[in-house]
């Protein structure tokens, strides 16, 4: 009996390990729905297939390539590991071969995933007639072969950022490539939204400007993961109409979908054994057993604390090269790709990581993955539940639940995962900040008429505002870009800024750079003496020079980790959209001030309190948007200020982790703040922010649904078994002076009447 089958029977016949499990899902084997391979296709890529063993394509790969044969924007939703590359590499190569005057551009997020499907262009283009050049263009591009990439390069693969800031602004260097474009391919496009979907909607925009001067049209092709909205998300980014390919027509094989609840340890707080701790153990019986093995952590921490644990569990000491490694972001590339080539050749037998291997980075395929702690997205657990899973035989996905209210939701309601998915991926290209940023972008690239439109942005304001500043000058009905600077440079895609805090060890005479940082994280992540963890070492910051951006750090054993506060003040400066009733809603505009102004220290294993220290940073301030509902007097009747203030206090814990559920965002992309006389209302007021600069179109979208929202809320609260309030719905009770859970309850009661 194979390894793994023996071990789930093992924990099938083990009534303790069956307490914990909400539920067990087999994803049965099932059969592919295939078609004859299109005759409108080239003939020599249909041997190029044949040669590599494939005879027929799925369904779905052929009702795309139809498609985009038909000159229709394309976009398909399919799952990992069915074969979704085809769906845009056929037609484009097909049309390639027919046309080699013609160019393609594709785009991935990240520069891990154009390498790999770089490498698959070649293997698939290898033996046609006709030469085809297919290239990565990104930071790491040879400078000697860039040239020859602009020229010549049939199919460009980069990422948004680099499209931004290198090949856009130097569009007269790419003119065969923006005359001749036929086709733009974007892959993973569920990874566009929130910030960074809004940012890349608007590089979209500006690379549909430049192929009109250069008088190309491109179609669109674009893939990606399920989301409830497929359809309107690809609208979003490139604005013309599309159609929508969503069934799967990939055979799968067997999946064991594993749903579990660490045991509770205190039934009346709500306290359950650490996700962590419950992975470890079973991660532990995993590798013993020598079935590779991948576990996804939420943090960064988690990596290099189960990394840790299960070095310990395993008994290897520190130090030793071992056969299990940790991988997230702030390793250097070298250390990367050698932990990858490990996995791809079975040496490595568990890793540890962060969703930075959810994508599609080439690791091949393991027997099992354990994620600890609901991964944040129903389209990501699929994504990282799919690194599990030969094309024979069986494989295992767990999803160990912890204490948060969302992971109970989950875990609680397993049909909301194995059903429809409810997740909306959302994005503003409106957003001013980011808007103005690109139409600065464009105004450098090619001179805006006076009444040009951006997409379907109408800018005519911020051109006027930009030449008001003296960075556009009007002339002859044209806006002219006059500043010496270049500003592609100094906008990130990924966050409101792109400077990082460099690491440095000092620990010895010569000190290096052993991992970095972004700038936001910093005062929570390397404050003066935080404990920072990389590589299962333990270093402490010596000191954070915030001005210069470095962290400096000496190694240490220690026995505990550090969690940093964070404590705000909110502003509203504007109404949006207001309405009035039993309870008032709206959303505008707010300042918030944020300042992280203490740690506490946490001991490994029993995770108490150690002790606390005080931080000493500069405050940072933000504008946004929120989304905020407060209570006039006649709503709340009889209820007391504190029972209010407990009330609010348990609502503002809990409702970002649920609206973040809906909304396909991050728990830390949505901040709440509860003030029970709001200087702006003069009443109870709970407030929902964007927790970027400007928003990116979750408070809108909160104004229009909460009520979706606040009835998940409600269900969480109803479900969650302990008495007064607990870290599984509203947080550590007595936070405001009474209890909180049912003063939650009564407030949702009066928004929902
Ligand atoms: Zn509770």
Redesign the pocket.
């Known amino acids: 009996m194979p390894k793994l089958t023996e071990l789930l029977q093992q924990w099938k016949d083990d009534p303790a390990f069956m307490s914990n499990v909400t539920r067990w899902s087999v994803v049965p084997e099932s059969e592919g729905d295939y078609y004859d391979f299109p005759d409108y296709l080239e003939p020599q890529l249909h041997e190029a297939l044949m040669r590599r063993g494939i005879e027929k394509l799925y369904s779905h790969q052929a009702k795309a390539i139809d498609a985009v044969l038909q000159d229709n924007n394309v976009v398909v939703v399919t799952p990992t590991a069915s074969g979704k590359t085809l769906c845009y590499n056929l037609p484009v190569i097909s049309s390639l071969i027919r046309d080699s005057s013609s160019r393609a551009l594709y785009l991935f997020p990240t520069k891990a995933l154009s390498q790999d499907q770089v490498t698959e262009l070649r293997e698939l283009t290898a033996n046609l007639d006709t030469n085809l050049y297919c290239h990565t263009y990104d930071g790491d591009t040879e400078p000697g072969l860039r040239q020859g990439i602009r020229r010549s390069g049939h199919i460009v693969v980069t990422n948004p950022d680099m499209l931004h800031s290198a090949i856009l602004p130097h569009h007269t260097k790419w003119v065969q490539l923006f005359q001749n474009l036929k086709y733009i391919v974007i892959d993973e496009m569920h990874q566009y939204r929130g910030v960074f979907g809004s940012h890349v909607a608007n590089v979209i925009r500006r690379l549909k400007r430049i192929c009109a001067f250069y008088g190309s049209n491109p179609k669109f092709i674009l893939c990606s993961a399920t989301i409830a909205n497929p359809g309107e998300l690809a609208a979003l980014l490139i604005e013309e109409p599309l159609q929508v390919v969503a069934e799967n027509g990939a055979p799968q094989a067997e999946k064991h979908f594993i749903f579990y609840n660490p045991p509770t340890i205190n039934p009346e707080?709500?306290l359950r054994r650490s996700s962590l701790l419950e992975a470890q153990g079973l991660a532990g019986e995993l590798i013993r057993r020598d079935i590779q093995t991948i576990i996804f952590t939420r943090s960064r921490l988690g990596v290099e604390v189960l990394l840790t644990y299960l070095r310990q569990g395993l008994k290897i000491r520190p130090g030793e090269d071992s056969a299990i490694k940790g991988y997230r972001g702030g390793y250097l590339p070298r250390e990367r790709r050698a932990i990858e080539e490990g996995l791809r050749r079975g040496t490595v037998k568990g890793v540890i990581s962060t969703n930075a291997l959810e994508l599609g980075i080439d690791i091949g395929a393991l027997d099992a993955c354990l994620m600890t702690g609901y991964p944040g997205s129903i389209a990501s657990t699929w994504q990282q539940a799919g690194r599990s899973g030969r094309r024979s035989g069986i494989s295992l996905a767990v999803l160990i639940a912890n204490s948060e209210?969302l992971n109970?939701y989950i875990v609680a309601n397993p049909d909301y995962f194995f059903g429809r998915t409810p997740e909306r991926a959302l994005a503003d290209p409106d957003n001013l900040i980011i808007l103005t940023n690109h139409v600065r972008c464009a105004a450098f690239e090619l001179p805006f008429d006076k009444y040009e439109q951006f997409g379907r942005a109408n800018i005519g304001e911020i051109l006027q505002f930009l030449e008001d500043e003296d960075v556009l000058y009007l002339s002859d009905n044209r806006y002219h870009w006059m500043e010496d600077t270049y500003p592609a440079e100094e906008i990130s895609l990924r966050s409101a800024t792109r400077e990082n805090v460099v690491i440095v060890d000092t620990t010895d005479r010569q000190p290096r750079v052993i991992g970095e940082v972004d700038r936001f994280s910093a005062p929570m992540l390397v404050h003066d003496e935080a404990i920072y963890m990389h590589g299962g070492r333990q270093f402490q910051v010596e000191k954070l020079d915030f001005e210069e951006k470095k962290a400096y750090v000496r190694q240490v054993e220690v026995n505990y980790f550090t969690d940093a506060n964070l404590s705000v003040d909110l502003k509203t400066l504007e109404v949006f959209e207001e309405e009035s009733g039993k309870v008032n809603r709206a959303w505008g505009d707010v300042r918030i001030n944020a300042l992280v102004s203490m740690f506490k220290k946490i001991r490994f294993n029993t995770h108490e309190n150690l002790g606390s220290g005080p931080v000493d940073l500069p405050e940072t301030e933000m504008h946004t948007t929120a989304f905020w509902i407060s209570f006039p007097p006649a709503a709340l009747e009889s209820m007391s200020l504190s029972t209010v203030q407990s009330g609010l206090i348990g609502l503002a814990n809990l409702l970002p982790q649920v609206a973040a559920f809906f909304l396909m965002g991050d728990p830390r992309d949505l901040h709440a703040v509860s003030q029970v006389k709001a200087p702006f209302t003069e009443l109870p007021t709970l407030f929902l922010y964007d927790n970027f600069p400007g928003g990116v179109g979750y408070s809108a979208e909160l104004y229009r649904s909460y009520r979706e929202i606040i009835r998940a809320a409600r269900k969480?609260?109803s479900d969650?078994?302990?008495?007064?309030?607990?870290?599984?719905?509203?947080g550590p009770a007595y936070q405001g002076g009474e209890p909180g859970?049912q003063q939650a309850f009564q407030l949702i009661e009066v928004i929902l009447q």
């Open positions: 707080l709500g209210p109970q969480v609260i969650c078994q302990c008495f007064e309030g607990c870290p599984s719905c509203i859970k």
